[in-house]
């Protein structure tokens, strides 16, 4: 039996982390695929291949342990800490593994927020709306809509990051206001009595 890289589903919490799991399983079940013991003190399963798929919740210094995982999905990306994803990415320096971040926005700071809007970014971006879900009940959704603040349901059915409540001016409003070619401070301008 090979060895191949584990596949790391991380989630906010160990609720969280074993609600992806039982998606993942079920997927596998209804692949026919044969479920083997998880890792050692790890929610999950192996393969036959040996493939390890784990589940784990945002805890920086759990998820150290493991190195080289094949892929890393973070369930709600927008809600997950700094420290974890300081934590995640230099385990994929070595297997060059793949990084997926999922999730609804949560406002306009974070490291989901601030990769979505990098400039030369290396990620590769999908958004979709609700009415490409058929799944989805539209009159539901109007429902929604009506009983829902509009910043919230714009956040939260139509992927839109909105300013937070004490926020004046949203950071994108902000950013168009950069000028390359203006100098905030003069340096030979000096305040009388300043060195």
């Known amino acids: 039996m090979s060895y191949d890289p584990p596949v790391m589903l991380v989630s906010a919490s160990s609720r969280q982390s074993g609600q992806i799991m039982e998606k993942v399983r079920k997927m596998a079940r209804s692949l026919n695929l044969e479920f083997l013991p ?3 003190k790890c929610d999950g399963f192996s393969l036959a291949n040996g493939a390890e798929i784990v589940a784990l919740s945002d805890n920086e210094k759990t998820i150290r342990c493991f190195s080289a995982p094949r892929m890393i999905v973070v369930d709600e990306a927008a809600f997950a800490s700094e420290a974890v994803f300081k934590a995640l990415e230099p385990m994929l320096l070595v297997s060059n593994g793949t990084f997926i971040l999922l999730s609804t926005p949560s406002g306009q700071t974070g490291y989901f927020y601030d990769q979505w809007h990098a400039e030369d970014s290396p990620w590769t971006k999908l958004k979709s709306s609700l009415e490409c879900f058929p799944r989805v009940n539209l009159a539901a959704i109007e429902a929604t809509r009506k009983t829902t603040a509009k910043d919230v349901f714009a956040q ?3 992927c839109k990051f909105v300013a937070s ?5 949203s950071l994108e409003t902000l950013r168009k206001c950069y000028r390359d070619d203006f100098e905030l401070f003069d340096p ?3 305040l009388e009595g300043m060195d």
């Open 165 to 169: 409540g004490g926020q004046i001016i």
């Open 156 to 158: 939260e059915f139509e």
């Open 188 to 190: 030979e301008y000096h």
């Open 38 to 40: 998880p890792p050692p």
